[in-house]
């Protein structure tokens, strides 16, 4: 048995709820590729900032150009067993809120309630003129429709549903406007360079202050979206648990860290929960 994570679950067992904070490393084994190396650098080009794709019609282009290809996979991809654990440890009353940085709404398909979609989710679609939501499905038959002879070859995936193309491939490519307007048609995500909104940061903060403690499942806290969440649970002395293959910004305040898949830490953490339940019935 790894020692660090039987250290990490005997503390996992000694307090009553936590807040798990998920982030790429939860979905890569439902085939949806992570951001970083085990070092916290980048595996690829940082993704577009949003004052590129506002302020630049190319780079819309080639940005759903790219996600028009990526999405075709990314939105086939099935909840693994990691996203289930979590449903579960939820509804043994063990976890209270999820906040996830993820866009792939998987944890909501493994049956987890209470999730936090901290960074937004890519099936919805929203017009930056008029702020009307729409459906990713519809969006991306009105992509279809608007390039039938379009091909483009897909080099690889990445992590947030965009793909890598050949580089003058998307010049051809044609993107409607809002089918309710006509103007500017954004995945309803937070890119790089937005701002999380207010109102669901504080809702996580909130999560956070009620549970006895912060788990972190598969993400390297180098962006400080989620950094700032370890940094509350350490400022209110509240453990900080890690999960996560390879590099983390918190290593050094975490109080526990497991360095490896999520999957295998996880499933370690629900049969010890299990098992207590179990011997508690027993008796």
Known sequence: MDAALEALTQRFMSQASWVVLGGAGMSTDSGIPDYRDESGQWKHAEPIQFQEFAGHALCRQRYWARSFLGWQRFSRASPNAGHEILAKLESRGKVGALITQNVDGLHQAAGSQSVIDLHGKLDTVRCL??????????????LKDSNPDWHARVFRYRA?????????????????????????????????????PRARVETAMAAIDQADGLLVAGSSLMLFSGFRFVRRAVASAKPVLIINQGHTRADDIATHKFSGNCTVGLDHL??????????????
Request: glycine share 10%; aromatic share 6%.
């Open 160 to 196: 947030d549903g965009d793909a890598e193309l050949a580089e003058s491939s998307h010049e051809s490519f044609i993107v409607p406007g809002c089918p309710h307007c006509g103007g500017i048609a954004k995945p309803d995500v937070v890119m790089f360079g937005e701002s999380v």
């Open 129 to 142: 003129d008029c702020l009307v939501q729409f459906a990713r499905l519809e969006f991306q038959k009105s």
């Open 270 to 283: 629900l049969r010890a929960v299990d098992g207590a339940t179990a011997r508690t019935i027993a008796r």
